[in-house]
């Protein structure tokens, strides 16, 4: 079980809006900040958010991130079938100094 | 653009060690670093560790302690990670990803893994 809790799955149909939790604590969430990585189906992951709601060159803007506290938020508007895949949230655990991941959200476009 | 092309699948067996190599292409190596991380099957990805490419210096995961070895080649701009002392359970898809790093309001550096390679398939059995 990981220390980041993701929701296992969510869902929404075509156009929708989704959004996927991230929930640490102050040595994690609470005192770094959150990247997003997207993994297709089959694929090595890709790096989808930074800092916390930073979007790299080259993604698109349907994607969003935020954080409060000890809780970070990716979010999906307008949702395509070829964004279905798992979604991990990550940051660094101040404790341990290690990179943690959440153990991931598997989107399903219906 | 900045790729990262990793080694061919592995099979070992118990007690065996592997060694993945990683090499970078696009960008000055010796700029950024290279994180390791891997997948077991059906699972979520588990960071191993950490390697700084200028001056060699590593950092890894406690439960890979003494088993995990980080190294950089900067003349041909490879990083390699060998793993020791397999397990069943180290059958995973290995990743190199390149660490990137943006300055906070604080001056402190934040790191990101912003390109990955494929992956390098190790599995572990007798």
């Known amino acids: 079980q990981s220390v980041l809790a993701q929701p296992p799955s969510v869902s929404g149909a075509p156009g929708q809006r989704v959004t996927i939790s991230c929930s640490g604590n102050s040595s994690n969430i609470g005192n770094n900040p959150v990247n997003w990585y997207q993994q297709l189906p089959g694929k090595a992951p890709k790096l989808l958010i930074y800092f916390d709601g930073l979007l790299p060159s080259g993604v698109s803007d349907r994607f969003s991130g935020s954080k409060s506290g000890t809780s970070a938020s990716l979010a999906i508007s307008g949702l395509h079938s070829d964004d279905e895949g798992d979604y991990f949230c990550a940051t660094w655990e101040d404790r341990l100094n290690v990179v943690l991941f959440g153990g991931g959200t598997k989107l399903t476009v219906l | 653009q900045a790729q990262l092309v990793q080694s061919g699948a592995e099979v070992k067996t118990p007690g065996a060690s592997v060694k993945v190599s990683c090499k970078a292409s696009?960008?000055?190596?010796?700029?950024?670093?290279i994180s390791w991380v891997r997948q077991a099957p059906g699972q979520g990805l588990e960071w191993i560790g950490r390697?700084?490419?200028?001056?060699?210096?590593?950092d890894n995961a406690q439960k890979f302690q003494g088993r995990v070895s980080m190294t950089a080649d900067t003349p041909t701009s490879t990083a390699y990670m060998e793993l020791g002392s397999l397990k069943s359970d180290d059958t995973a898809i290995y990743y190199c990803?390149?660490?990137?790093?943006?300055?906070?309001?604080?001056?402190?550096?934040?790191?990101?893994?912003?390109?990955w390679g494929k992956g390098t398939t190790v599995i572990v059995s007798s």
């Open positions: 696009g960008y000055t190596f010796s700029n950024y670093g």
């Open positions: 990803a390149r660490r990137s790093r943006i300055t906070g309001p604080t001056g402190y550096y934040y790191y990101y893994m912003d390109v």
């Open positions: 390697l700084n490419t200028y001056n060699g210096f590593t």
